[in-house]
Nanobody, 125 residues
Framework: QVQLVESGGGLVQAGGSLRLSCAASGLTFSSYPMGWFRQAPGKVREFVAAIGLTSSSTHYANSVQGRFFISRDDAKGTVYLQMNSLKPEDTAVYYC??????????????????WGQGTQVTVSS
C-alpha cells in the first residue's frame, strides 16, 4: 500500500531553518498532488502547503506564506518543505499527505488519502 515517510524534523532555534522530506512509495507519485500539514498539541491538524503536478501549482497557509516553500522531485518520489524564519508557533508534528483524489490539490486534511507518520519540529525561543 501507499507509504509516506517524513524526515528532517528536529530542534531548531527561532529564526532558523529546516528542510523536511517525504519519500513516497506504493503510488504513481507524479500523478498525485501532495501536501504538508501540521498538528500541535491540543490543536487540530492544519494545512501548511500543497503542490500540484507542476511547480506552478503551489499553495500555502497564510501563516507560512513567504517563509515555507514546497517542492517535489518526481524522479525521486519525494516532496520537500523548506522552512525558513521558523517561529516557536511553528512547533508541531509535520505530516505529508497524498491527495485522496488524483488531480485534486489537498488543501485540507479531509482531502488527504494517505498520511505519513509525521516528523517532529520543535522551535525554541
Amino acid at each position: 500500500q501507499v507509504q509516506l515517510v517524513e524526515s528532517g524534523g528536529g530542534l531548531v532555534q527561532a529564526g532558523g531553518s529546516l528542510r523536511l522530506s517525504c519519500a513516497a512509495s506504493g503510488l504513481t507519485f507524479s500523478s498525485y498532488p501532495m501536501g504538508w500539514f501540521r498538528q500541535a498539541p491540543g490543536k487540530v491538524r492544519e494545512f501548511v502547503a500543497a503542490i500540484g503536478l507542476t511547480s506552478s501549482s503551489t499553495h500555502y497557509a497564510n501563516s507560512v506564506q513567504g517563509r515555507f516553500f514546497i517542492s517535489r522531485d518526481d524522479a525521486k518520489g519525494t516532496v520537500y518543505l523548506q522552512m525558513n524564519s521558523l517561529k516557536p508557533e511553528d512547533t508541531a508534528v509535520y505530516y505529508c499527505g497524498a491527495s485522496r483524489v488524483r488531480m485534486s490539490i489537498p488543501r485540507s486534511p479531509p482531502a488527504v488519502g494517505s498520511w505519513g507518520q509525521g516528523t517532529q519540529v520543535t522551535v525554541s525561543s
